[in-house]
């Protein structure tokens, strides 16, 4: 009689859940909030946590209409860049950076060609962009990027670096990452996303460890410009547990709780990502979760998950020397520290978290709700996430 009962209580609550995904559509906004713990044994040596928001708005990270004109007619402008990580590009130490990125033009013979249309180039937007964001960087030289062994490994564009991509280079007296990340989110972050704590506070918070550092950067895409704060912090690989992969230990919080700007009547599950990736020096794989798998399907050679009410881990691939994980939140606003812990290689859960404090009843009551439901079609959603 109490299987029965059971068993009636999950197919209750899957109907409910079907009933939900008709009834409330899933939606994409164009800010959006990330989270990302990046173990690399192969390259850096460091643990690196970050925080990413974004937008495709001006109105949420306000940049002039006039710059975004500027940017956009240019024709060879692909990226305008302001950090202040240890070290922009060779040569440059101890100073800030704006850094205006232009795409190679195969009819300009020769370093000096190369050097004086990137410099006319960045001269013709710097005073606007200093305007913008309260700097006085001033012009220092022309770096043209060769591929990086990252770029490589991770399979990125080379949009900020990369082989064909030439930098204009304007310098300025280092700043704090505290105080910079203050300065530049109160003048280009939109009041309201402020506001609402979630990753935002988080980045915050990390602004102030000794190994800080924020990028603002301007991406031209294909049909918009997408803006990017990020706030990242380096740690040795050895303060990491690589048995034992806990990603909130090294963003500095028991907690992490979504944007309350994403709190409404609409439904926006892919706004709020937790990205692990791991580059291992030996090959290895996914073997226990504190959470929920979630169903998926491959679409186009990768990962899509079939339902997106409840939360759980997407691991694309999830053995090898690279592992990339995704927690989506589904319909909740936070999650703690030792939900987020999963293990590798032969590792078990026990000897990562005390028994006492794993709630293996409600995961597996979950997770059979997730398998009840996988039939629902969020495939063209994930989609919209991955190229928006």
Same mark, same amino acid.
């Given at each position: 009689?109490?299987?029965?009962?059971?068993?009636?209580?999950?197919?209750?609550?899957?109907?409910?859940?079907?009933?939900?995904?008709?009834?409330?559509?899933?939606?994409?906004?164009?800010?959006?909030?990330?989270?990302?713990?990046?173990?690399?044994? #192969?390259?850096?040596?460091?643990?690196?946590?970050?925080?990413?928001?974004?937008?495709?708005?001006?109105?949420?990270?306000?940049?002039?209409?006039?710059?975004?004109?500027?940017?956009?007619?240019?024709?060879?402008?692909?990226?305008?860049?302001?950090? $202040?990580?240890?070290?922009?590009?060779?040569?440059?130490?101890?100073?800030?950076?704006?850094?205006?990125?232009?795409?190679?033009?195969?009819?300009?013979?020769?370093?000096?060609?190369?050097?004086?249309?990137?410099?006319?180039?960045?001269?013709?937007?710097?005073?606007?962009? $200093?305007?913008? @964001?309260?700097?006085?960087?001033?012009?220092?030289? =022309?770096?043209?990027?060769?591929?990086?062994?990252?770029?490589?490994? #991770?399979?990125?564009?080379? =949009?900020?670096?990369?082989?064909?991509?030439?930098?204009?280079?304007?310098?300025?007296?280092?700043?704090?990452?505290?105080?910079?990340?203050?300065?530049?989110?109160?003048? @280009?972050?939109?009041?309201?996303?402020?506001?609402?704590?979630?990753?935002?506070?988080?980045?915050?918070? #990390?602004?102030?460890?000794?190994?800080?550092?924020?990028?603002?950067?301007?991406?031209?895409?294909?049909?918009?410009?997408?803006?990017?704060?990020?706030?990242?912090?380096?740690?040795?690989?050895?303060?990491?547990?690589?048995?034992?992969?806990?990603?909130?230990?090294?963003?500095?919080?028991?907690?992490?709780?979504?944007? $309350?700007?994403?709190?409404?009547?609409?439904?926006?599950?892919? $706004?709020?990502?937790?990205? =692990?990736?791991?580059?291992?020096?030996?090959?290895?794989?996914?073997?226990?979760?504190?959470?929920?798998?979630?169903?998926?399907?491959?679409?186009?050679?990768?990962?899509?998950?079939?339902? @997106?009410?409840?939360?759980?881990?997407?691991?694309?691939?999830?053995?090898?020397?690279?592992?990339?994980?995704?927690?989506?939140?589904?319909?909740?606003?936070?999650?703690?520290?030792?939900?987020? =812990?999963?293990?590798?290689?032969?590792?078990?859960?026990?000897?990562?978290?005390?028994?006492?404090?794993?709630?293996?009843?409600?995961?597996?009551?979950?997770?059979?709700?997730?398998?009840?439901?996988?039939?629902?079609?969020?495939?063209?959603?994930?989609?919209?996430?991955?190229?928006?």
């Amino acid at each position: 009689m109490y299987k029965i009962t059971i068993l009636i209580v999950i197919i209750g609550f899957s109907f409910f859940g079907l009933i939900v995904v008709h009834a409330q559509e899933v939606k994409l906004a164009t800010f959006q909030e990330t989270a990302q713990v990046f173990f690399d044994q #192969l390259i850096s040596q460091n643990v690196t946590a970050s925080i990413t928001l974004q937008s495709t708005s001006n109105q949420e990270i306000r940049i002039p209409s006039e710059l975004e004109q500027k940017i956009r007619e240019n024709g060879r402008i692909i990226a305008v860049i302001l950090t $202040n990580e240890e070290q922009c590009v060779l040569g440059v130490q101890d100073e800030a950076c704006i850094l205006i990125n232009i795409s190679r033009d195969e009819s300009e013979k020769g370093i000096f060609a190369i050097q004086d249309a990137a410099k006319e180039i960045g001269n013709s937007i710097i005073d606007d962009v $200093n305007r913008v @964001l309260d700097t006085n960087a001033k012009f220092h030289s =022309v770096y043209i990027h060769t591929a990086g062994e990252t770029n490589r490994v #991770l399979e990125t564009s080379g =949009v900020v670096s990369g082989a064909g991509t030439v930098s204009a280079v304007y310098t300025m007296p280092k700043e704090d990452t505290s105080s910079m990340y203050e300065k530049i989110s109160s003048i @280009l972050v939109y009041s309201k996303i402020r506001e609402s704590g979630g990753f935002f506070d988080v980045a915050k918070k #990390l602004s102030s460890e000794e190994t800080a550092a924020m990028t603002f950067s301007i991406l031209l895409k294909e049909n918009s410009l997408l803006y990017q704060i990020k706030l990242s912090v380096d740690y040795p690989i050895s303060e990491a547990n690589m048995d034992c992969i806990n990603p909130l230990k090294f963003l500095k919080t028991n907690e992490l709780k979504r944007s $309350n700007s994403f709190r409404s009547s609409d439904f926006y599950p892919l $706004n709020s990502i937790l990205q =692990v990736l791991i580059l291992s020096s030996e090959s290895t794989n996914v073997n226990e979760v504190n959470t929920n798998i979630i169903p998926s399907r491959i679409i186009d050679g990768e990962k899509i998950p079939n339902v @997106l009410l409840v939360d759980g881990w997407i691991f694309d691939p999830e053995s090898g020397n690279k592992i990339d994980g995704k927690y989506l939140f589904g319909k909740k606003f936070s999650v703690t520290k030792n939900e987020l =812990v999963f293990t590798l290689g032969s590792a078990q859960m026990d000897d990562c978290i005390p028994a006492e404090t794993l709630d293996f009843d409600s995961s597996l009551l979950v997770l059979i709700i997730i398998v009840i439901l996988s039939g629902g079609a969020a495939a063209f959603y994930m989609k919209g996430y991955r190229k928006g």
